[in-house]
């Protein structure tokens, strides 16, 4: 189940997300929806990022792969044109500069991909967003759910409401 509570400003939006936090709910589990950009302080919703380790680790992949793969390639047909070696760095060069960064861009777009929740099948469920309030969206359990409201409600929370999983 969710917890969807509203707020008025940015200051109480952030103190809920900490009081929350502080009640031992994953930060993974909280989401803020505002049709404007909320700045919070640093350390109030941070959440780790595997991002750059993944894009660099695909890009030694894939960049390992195509060189790997162009070098067997020439020797598995040695084409000799002009009396030139058969492996060539600096023919091989470009296309491995090219096949890495091409590694380090997919891996960055499945990332953010999975990191944004946009390929996961239990996404939560958007709420509707107004132009004066700030949405913070909490996935609780039910037995949790009346000690949230009653921290969520002390921390500022205009209304507060409970939204059952579609599935």
Do not use: H
Not at 35 to 53: H, K, Q, T, W
Not at 71 to 79: K, N, R, V
């Amino acid at each position: 189940m969710y917890l969807r509570a509203e707020f008025s400003d940015v200051e109480a939006a952030a103190a809920a997300v900490q009081t929350v936090s502080g009640a031992g709910v994953d930060k993974r589990d909280v989401e803020v929806f505002s049709a404007r950009p909320v700045v919070f302080e640093p350390g109030i919703l941070d959440r780790p990022s595997r991002m750059s380790l993944l894009a660099v680790f695909s890009a030694v992949v894939v960049g390992s792969g195509s060189t790997a793969l162009m070098f067997y390639t020439q020797l598995d047909y040695p084409l000799i044109t002009g009396g030139m070696p058969l492996n060539s760095g600096w023919a091989t060069g470009v296309i491995t500069f090219e096949l890495t960064m091409l590694g380090a861009i997919l891996g960055t777009v499945g990332v953010f991909l999975w990191e944004s929740g946009l390929l996961r099948k239990n996404r939560s469920p958007a709420p509707a967003i107004r132009d004066d309030v700030i949405t913070m969206q909490v996935r609780c359990d039910q037995e949790g759910a009346e000690r949230l409201v009653r921290l969520l409600t002390d921390s500022g929370a205009i209304t507060t409401t409970r939204v059952e999983d579609a599935s």
